[in-house]
Every structure is written in C-alpha cells, then in structure tokens.
C-alpha cells in the first residue's frame, strides 16, 4: 500500500512569490492534515481537512491556505513568501480525524 | 503558550540501557496521546499511543507511561539501540486536533 506522497520533495522559492504544494494521502485516507516544522518550533499543526471541509486550523496568518479535492488529494498554498517561511511542511493522512495519522516525507521550502 | 512541552532538548544514552523521554502538557482535556519518531530527511513515523483512560501501553522494546494527575508521560526504551537514535516528538489530541511537542533529540552510542 502506498504510502502518503508528497510533490515537490524541494523547492527555492523568492520572498514575495507564491507556492503550491501537494499531497496525495494513503489510499483510503479521507482525513489530511498539514504541519510546519522548523528547527525553532518543532512541528506545527496547519490545518486539517476531511471530506473537502476544513475541519480544524491552527495559529497561522492568512496567507497560509488549503484545500481537499474529492478524491482526498490536498494542496497548501502559501502566499507572499517571507524567509520565515522556510521549513519541510509535512502531510499526514488518516482514515477519520480521530485515527492515528500517517506522515509523508514531507517537502522543503526554501525561501530566499 | 505551549499546551505540550519536551524540556530536554536532547538526550544521550548507551547501547543497551533504558532511554527515558519526557513530555509534560497543560490541557486537561487531551485524551489521547502519540509518540512519533523522526529521522533525518524523513517524516515522523507513528511509534506507540496511550488513551487517557490508561496508565500504560507496552509494544515490544517500547513503553508509554501517563501520569494524568502530574499531566507528564514518559517513553521508555529498553534495551536501547544504536538504530533508534532520532527525534522523538510527543503529541497530544482532543477532538482531533494533534498538538506536537519540539521534539527530544535521542543518540545511542554503541
């Protein structure tokens, strides 16, 4: 069974740009949620989401954004990029929101 | 304020003795508790979890402990080895929505 999989592994983006990033969950998984990790904080919870419907968000500015497709697939958009903005950003899935959850390996962003 | 604390940054122990991680949280209302793993390069891999309705959840070498009145648990590995040197993350969950501590930094010298 595949695991979850995360596109782009890495990426360097520019302070002011916008980036995109993509999850496909665990087959199965309608759950997917999205953390930040950074040496400083450690891992920060972003949002989750569960049958499309953000269901939970946590203490992030609005420039951080998600969204679930119907086929459980989930994109995070960050906007205006600030170098604050660099960490892997993790996504996890799991069958309902109250499961354990699976991580992927997560993507580097870098931003310059 | 962070609802679920790791205080020891990181930790050293030798092949074969019992490595001991801690994490200490503020919310009553967590009711279920996870420890992932995390090697480098790597997303955290699910080690063990305790419901609050328990004290103890034991699978193989590893070990959780929950002190509900202290709101402290432990992880406990026995023996330890050198392939479990990585970052331990403690996480808390109410209604779920998981809270991660900033992770204990494990090194197991052979």
């Known amino acids: 069974k595949a695991g979850v999989t995360q596109t782009p592994r890495y990426l360097i983006k520019t302070r002011g740009q916008q980036v995109t990033l993509s999850c496909s969950p665990i087959s199965g998984h309608r759950s997917v949620s999205w953390y930040q990790q950074t040496p400083g904080q450690g891992l920060q919870f972003l949002f989750e989401y569960f049958s499309e419907t953000q269901r939970n968000k946590g203490n992030f500015p609005g420039r951080f954004s998600g969204r679930q497709f119907s086929n459980s697939r989930s994109e995070m958009n960050v906007s205006t990029l600030e170098l604050g903005d660099s960490a892997l950003y993790l996504c996890?899935?799991?069958?309902?929101?109250?499961?354990?959850?699976?991580f992927g390996e997560g993507s580097w962003l870098t931003v310059v | 304020d962070q609802q679920v604390k790791q205080n020891s940054p990181s930790l050293s122990v030798q092949e074969g003795r019992i490595s001991i991680l801690n994490c200490d949280y503020t919310?009553?209302?967590?009711?279920?508790f996870l420890w992932y793993k995390k090697y480098p390069a790597e997303g955290p891999t699910f080690l063990i979890s305790?419901?609050?309705?328990?004290d103890k959840n034991e699978d193989g070498r590893f070990t959780v402990f929950l002190n509900k009145s202290a709101k402290h648990l432990s992880l406990h590995i026995v023996p330890s080895q050198p392939g479990d040197s990585a970052v331990y993350f403690c996480?808390?969950?109410?209604?779920?929505?998981?809270?991660f501590g900033k992770g204990t930094k494990l090194s197991v010298k052979p």
């Open positions: 996480a808390a969950s109410s209604q779920g929505n998981l809270i």
């Open positions: 305790i419901s609050s309705i328990k």
């Open positions: 996890a899935s799991s069958l309902a929101p109250t499961s354990s959850i699976y």
């Open positions: 919310n009553s209302m967590f009711d279920y």
